[in-house]
């Protein structure tokens, strides 16, 4: 089970730490992805980070805003979210991705967490 946190509401330029915790899943066995979902929107791709950390991948928007990290030992991922503008805001959730197929695509993860609210403010 993966439970994602650290949401709220925050002004147009400000920044916000997601984190993602699992229980009864081994986390540093996968590779990790966050998603969101803005309302009347598909679910998209927004980043992910390999099993090591060594690999990060982000969508172009945040690319540069965002960054991914895990910390293993923790069994958690995290995502700083620096620079955040109207458009970031969704619901975010977090994924471990089943081997095999893109970071990019939700049919390629196997786990899902419980989404956290991302509200920014202009």
């Known amino acids: 089970q993966l439970q994602a946190c650290g949401g709220g509401l925050v002004q147009a330029g400000g920044s916000l730490r997601l984190s993602c915790a699992a229980s009864?899943?081994?986390?540093?066995?996968?590779?990790m992805g966050w998603f969101r979902q803005a309302p009347g929107k598909e679910r998209e791709f927004v980043a992910a980070i390999s099993r090591s950390g060594g690999g990060t991948y982000y969508r172009d928007p945040v690319k540069g805003r965002f960054a991914n990290s895990r910390d293993n030992a923790k069994t958690t991922v995290y995502l700083q979210m620096n620079s955040l503008k109207p458009e970031d805001t969704a619901v975010y959730y977090c994924?471990?991705?089943?081997?095999?197929?893109?970071?990019?695509?939700?049919?390629?993860?196997?786990?899902w967490g419980q989404g956290t609210q991302v509200t920014v403010s202009s």
């Open positions: 994924a471990a991705k089943v081997p095999g197929g893109t970071y990019t695509s939700r049919t390629y993860y196997g786990y």
């Open positions: 009864g899943l081994t986390l540093n066995s996968y590779d």
